[in-house]
Nanobody, 116 residues
Framework: QVQLVESGGGLVQPGGPLRLSCTYSGSIFSISSMGWYRQAPEKERELVARISSSGFTNYAESVKGRCTISRDRTKKTVTLQMNNLKLEDTAVYYC??????????WGQGTQVTVSS
């Protein structure tokens, strides 16, 4: 019954901003961390950003300074604000949620295409 729904993906020009949102629902009693991974064609899955239940954040070196992850507990939403997008940011972005027991739940993915 746990479900994660992403939104905000689409086509954006290089240098532009984009905001991705992920709303979770279901039988979730506690959360260890939430974040975003991305998968580009013919490339390995890459962690983009992560935020723990305590508020600790972690970013990939390739996006540091350009991305900010945040969480709204009342809205059950995690958001990734992306700025100064580059061609290399083109990928399918997946939202995930990790519980203390170690299980992870994933969204369906949202396509981000950076192109001029």
């Amino acid at each position: 019954q746990v479900q994660l729904v992403e939104s905000g993906g689409g086509l954006v020009q290089p240098g532009g901003p984009l905001r991705l949102s992920c709303t979770y629902s279901g039988s979730i009693f506690s959360i260890s961390s939430m974040g975003w991974y991305r998968q580009a064609p013919e490339k390995e899955r890459e962690l983009v950003a992560r935020i723990s239940s305590s508020g600790f954040t972690n970013y990939a070196e390739s996006v540091k300074g350009r991305c900010t992850i945040s969480r709204d507990r009342t809205k059950k939403t995690v958001t990734l604000q992306m700025n100064n997008l580059k061609l290399e940011d083109t990928a399918v972005y997946y939202c995930y949620l990790r519980v203390p027991e170690g299980r992870e739940y994933w969204g369906q993915g949202t396509q981000v295409t950076v192109s001029s």
